[in-house]
């Protein structure tokens, strides 16, 4: 069995020998894509989706408690509109793609397919928004976008990818921060503790921010190659787009006026997070809360009588308490299964064989640490759901050493540059905020602004980059 697992584990290639080439292996051998006729158009198989529909439920019930509610918006949008907002536009025209012909004839105005809803959903709101009695609106929608990329990597960098997008208006500015903050608080706490992701919180700079945006905040995650992965954004649009597409109100006062505008959005990159954060050379180790399948039942000897019957009952006994898979294919040995459930990175595997019955109890095994313990049958239902959220924890201190670990100080522009050069990772410095030096950090060190964190620490001193004087402790690295 020993030789058989080695052999297995050796169809992923090791991530220190090729970082990408190990994603890849590891999306493709786990069944969660395959590549479609259409560059940077993937298929997402089911136990990809799966991932996908655990998260989108979890945060969709935080969407709800929160007073919002889901509705769905074109997928094209007329050219006109999309040009309503000059800023908007640009920052993303050179991705957009064109719909021009209907069946044999060619449209009279091209039709842009979504990269972003704004436009199309501030075209609806300026009809539906009459007076301050209907605010805030508070709606969400899940859908897919298309923007062309060049370069695409299945999850991280897609020409087509699932996300939700949420657009409110709200009757004050300071509701509107409000609502921006509040959503990406659930953003932070749905990395945290369903995807035991941890992520630093901050605000974008003028150069990075949303085009249209008055102010875009972030939550940066670092990934096992030391580089960065901006993993879900929130925007306070103020009254740019509100203006610019006449959605205005009669208000309280009697006039006329234009309402407070957010938008917040996350991904399926975050599966890539969930990957590249967790994963090991073995393969996927997904967090209990996203996991298709939280425990794998294995029955060893299942020729011998009663051993599938009391794997079945196991099974009876733990479905309601988990995503429970009864793993009884025929056409696999018992070691074949442990690897492919091993690879697929289900968080529990529980193993049962003869001499496990006579002795009443099953062997669990645990995908993060690869432990292996005996556990009295009777006390499955108490022992499982704790080593779940054990599990959990332990993902999320793990992936925050890590981090910390891979996080230094930049006292020089040609310090960044070595540590970009070398280890990566996220590297602080009080930086200056300036634009210019933004633009030659990027262009010396390939490194970019990931976020000012809300929490600021006292590093003191001026810019190590340009010597101007230092403003904000600010996170730089190389992102995905």
Same mark, same amino acid.
């Given at each position: 069995?020993?030789?058989?697992?080695?052999?297995?584990?050796?169809?992923?290639?090791?991530?220190?020998?090729?970082?990408?080439?190990?994603?890849?292996?590891?999306?493709?051998?786990?069944?969660?894509?395959?590549?479609?006729?259409?560059?940077?158009?993937?298929?997402?198989?089911?136990?990809?989706?799966?991932?996908?529909?655990?998260?989108?439920?979890?945060?969709?019930?935080?969407?709800?408690?929160?007073?919002?509610?889901?509705?769905?918006?074109?997928?094209?949008?007329?050219?006109?509109?999309?040009?309503?907002?000059?800023?908007?536009? *640009?920052?993303?025209?050179? +991705?957009?793609?064109?719909?021009?012909?209907?069946?044999? @004839?060619?449209?009279? #105005?091209? /039709? =842009?397919?979504?990269?972003?809803?704004?436009?199309?959903?501030?075209?609806?709101?300026?009809?539906?928004?009459?007076?301050?009695?209907?605010?805030?609106?508070?709606?969400?929608?899940?859908?897919?976008?298309?923007?062309?990329?060049?370069?695409?990597?299945?999850?991280?960098?897609?020409?087509?990818?699932?996300?939700?997008?949420?657009?409110?208006?709200?009757?004050?500015? *300071?509701?509107?921060?409000? +609502?921006?903050?509040?959503?990406?608080?659930?953003?932070? @706490?749905?990395?945290? #503790?369903? /995807? =035991?992701?941890?992520?630093?919180?901050?605000?974008?700079?003028?150069?990075?921010?949303?085009?249209?945006?008055?102010?875009?905040?972030?939550?940066?995650?670092?990934?096992?190659?030391?580089?960065?992965?901006?993993?879900?954004?929130?925007?306070?649009?103020?009254?740019?787009?509100?203006?610019?597409?006449?959605?205005?109100?009669?208000?309280?006062?009697?006039?006329?006026?234009?309402?407070?505008?957010?938008?917040?959005?996350?991904?399926?990159?975050?599966?890539?997070?969930?990957?590249?954060?967790?994963?090991?050379?073995?393969?996927?180790?997904?967090?209990?809360?996203?996991?298709?399948?939280?425990?794998?039942?294995?029955?060893?000897?299942?020729?011998?009588?009663?051993?599938?019957?009391?794997?079945?009952?196991?099974?009876?006994?733990?479905?309601?308490?988990?995503?429970?898979?009864?793993?009884?294919?025929?056409?696999?040995?018992?070691?074949?299964?442990?690897?492919?459930?091993?690879?697929?990175?289900?968080?529990?595997?529980?193993?049962?064989?003869?001499?496990?019955?006579?002795?009443?109890?099953?062997?669990?095994?645990?995908?993060?640490?690869?432990?292996?313990?005996?556990?009295?049958?009777?006390?499955?239902?108490?022992?499982?759901?704790?080593?779940?959220?054990?599990?959990?924890?332990?993902?999320?201190?793990?992936?925050?050493?890590?981090?910390?670990?891979?996080?230094?100080?930049?006292?020089?522009?040609?310090?960044?540059?070595?540590?970009?050069?070398?280890?990566?990772?996220?590297?602080?410095?009080?930086?200056?905020?300036?634009?210019?030096?933004?633009?030659?950090?990027?262009?010396?060190?390939?490194?970019?602004?990931?976020?000012?964190?809300?929490?600021?620490?006292?590093?003191?001193?001026?810019?190590?980059?340009?010597?101007?004087?230092?403003?904000?402790?600010?996170?730089?690295?190389?992102?995905?």
């Amino acid at each position: 069995m020993g030789k058989k697992k080695k052999e297995f584990v050796e169809e992923i290639t090791p991530m220190e020998q090729d970082f990408a080439k190990w994603y890849t292996d590891v999306i493709k051998k786990t069944d969660l894509v395959d590549y479609s006729p259409v560059k940077g158009f993937m298929a997402i198989k089911p136990y990809g989706f799966a991932i996908w529909e655990n998260l989108q439920a979890y945060v969709d019930k935080r969407f709800k408690d929160t007073g919002h509610k889901n509705c769905y918006f074109p997928l094209l949008i007329p050219e006109s509109l999309l040009k309503k907002e000059a800023e908007h536009v *640009e920052g993303f025209a050179p +991705e957009v793609a064109w719909v021009t012909h209907g069946g044999d @004839e060619e449209l009279a #105005e091209r /039709l =842009a397919i979504r990269p972003t809803s704004e436009t199309i959903i501030c075209e609806m709101y300026s009809r539906w928004l009459n007076s301050y009695r209907d605010l805030p609106f508070l709606y969400n929608q899940w859908c897919n976008v298309v923007r062309w990329e060049k370069s695409t990597r299945p999850f991280l960098r897609t020409s087509e990818f699932l996300w939700q997008e949420g657009h409110t208006l709200h009757e004050t500015e *300071e509701e509107a921060q409000e +609502e921006t903050l509040q959503m990406l608080n659930i953003y932070k @706490e749905t990395a945290e #503790e369903l /995807l =035991a992701m941890p992520v630093i919180v901050g605000i974008k700079s003028e150069k990075e921010k949303f085009a249209g945006a008055h102010a875009t905040y972030t939550m940066e995650a670092l990934m096992h190659d030391g580089k960065a992965l901006q993993a879900g954004t929130s925007h306070n649009l103020a009254q740019h787009f509100t203006k610019a597409f006449d959605i205005s109100y009669l208000s309280r006062e009697g006039k006329q006026a234009y309402p407070y505008h957010t938008s917040w959005g996350i991904s399926t990159r975050l599966i890539g997070g969930i990957i590249m954060v967790h994963g090991d050379n073995r393969g996927l180790v997904l967090p209990p809360g996203v996991a298709p399948t939280q425990v794998a039942i294995v029955p060893i000897a299942t020729h011998k009588e009663g051993v599938l019957d009391k794997a079945s009952e196991i099974f009876e006994q733990l479905k309601d308490l988990a995503r429970v898979e009864l793993d009884d294919r025929e056409n696999y040995s018992p070691g074949w299964k442990f690897n492919e459930w091993e690879m697929k990175g289900a968080p529990l595997r529980i193993e049962i064989g003869p001499r496990d019955i006579e002795n009443k109890q099953v062997m669990v095994v645990r995908r993060d640490t690869l432990e292996k313990t005996p556990v009295p049958i009777g006390e499955l239902e108490a022992r499982i759901p704790e080593l779940l959220k054990e599990i959990n924890t332990n993902l999320f201190e793990k992936a925050k050493k890590m981090r910390d670990e891979n996080t230094f100080y930049a006292k020089s522009l040609e310090e960044l540059k070595e540590i970009m050069d070398t280890t990566q990772g996220f590297v602080k410095a009080n930086w200056c905020v300036d634009p210019q030096c933004e633009e030659t950090i990027k262009k010396e060190t390939g490194a970019t602004m990931r976020c000012i964190p809300f929490e600021q620490e006292d590093l003191g001193g001026d810019c190590p980059f340009c010597g101007k004087e230092g403003k904000s402790v600010t996170y730089f690295a190389k992102a995905y």
